[in-house]
């Protein structure tokens, strides 16, 4: 039998509709809580691990790489925010997609696509000091922490705990001695290990205000590098802001931060032109006992 279905009869409309759309699964649209509004100053700085200013004003840097052409997509703001809750997360994929109103997929092309652009800005805010002025600047601060002289910075390994030779003796690099026996020896290794702790000590500042640095991260590894880069970049920023170390989210795993010794596997290739520069520096300290 065949059953004729008048046009102006509303159910049959309804009917047809339904059938048409039988099968297909329609796009969920998530809602989306202004992040920035609704936190105060203080919840917004232990969940985003920035203060609003200095997201502002990172904003700007990287708000034009940020547009989008569609009405759903998220605005520049949420995507930056959405990241920055990453960082502080170190979650699941799900779990930050959830807080954002988005889906994880989502998130994860998000988290990428934002970590490369602030990556990018690592010319600007990470840097070798360049000038005469700089470099002697910092041989006065290092020296009056420990009286190891010409030192403009200090180098260290905290990414992943590997037995490994340890950073080989060079003109530009001292390391420490490994069998200390004259006072002076003594006196020069325990003044590299106190110099070399600035950056460890940094390193665990650092990793307390980007949690992800710790509690390890589920994407890929090229995202993982832009993420590393992109946080010390933040980190940067943060430091040029004057901002105090945020405290912990609570919603957050507890950390284990704390730089362990790794045993280092004897380097024997230390050249004597490199291991001269070295008795130089075990000379001057001698000159101060």
Not at 159 to 166: A, L, M
Not at 192 to 202: F, N, P, S
Request: charged share 20%.
């Amino acid at each position: 039998m065949l059953t004729i279905i008048d046009n102006s009869d509303d159910s049959g409309d309804e009917f047809l509709m339904n059938v048409a759309l039988r099968g297909r699964n329609a796009k969920i649209y998530r809602p989306r809580e202004d992040h920035y509004a609704k936190w105060t100053d203080k919840e917004f700085f232990v969940r985003f691990r920035l203060t609003k200013e200095t997201v502002l004003e990172l904003l700007d840097l990287i708000r034009e790489d940020l547009e989008t052409s569609t009405d759903r997509s998220l605005s520049p703001m949420n995507q930056l925010l959405l990241t920055l809750r990453f960082y502080a997360l170190g979650s699941l994929l799900i779990s930050v997609g959830d807080f954002s109103g988005v889906h994880k997929s989502t998130a994860s092309v998000i988290i990428k696509k934002v970590s490369l652009i602030i990556a990018n800005l690592r010319p600007q805010f990470i840097h070798f000091p360049h000038t005469a002025a700089d470099k002697k600047t910092n041989q006065v601060e290092f020296y009056s922490k420990n009286h190891f002289p010409r030192v403009v910075g200090a180098i260290d390994c905290t990414h992943i705990r590997i037995q490994s030779p340890g950073y080989a003796l060079t003109p530009y690099l001292l390391t420490p001695l490994r069998n200390p026996l004259l006072p002076e020896e003594n006196l020069y290794n325990e003044a590299q290990i106190r110099t070399r702790g600035t950056v460890e000590r940094q390193y665990g500042v650092w990793k307390r205000r980007f949690p992800v640095l710790s509690l390890g991260m589920r994407i890929s590894l090229d995202t993982c590098q832009d993420v590393i880069v992109a946080c010390a970049v933040l980190h940067n920023i943060a430091i040029n802001a004057n901002e105090e170390e945020p405290p912990m989210d609570p919603n957050c795993l507890p950390l284990n931060v704390v730089n362990q010794e790794i045993p280092i596997v004897p380097d024997h290739q230390h050249h004597q032109a490199n291991a001269a520069v070295q008795r130089q520096m075990v000379e001057y300290f001698r000159q101060l006992l």
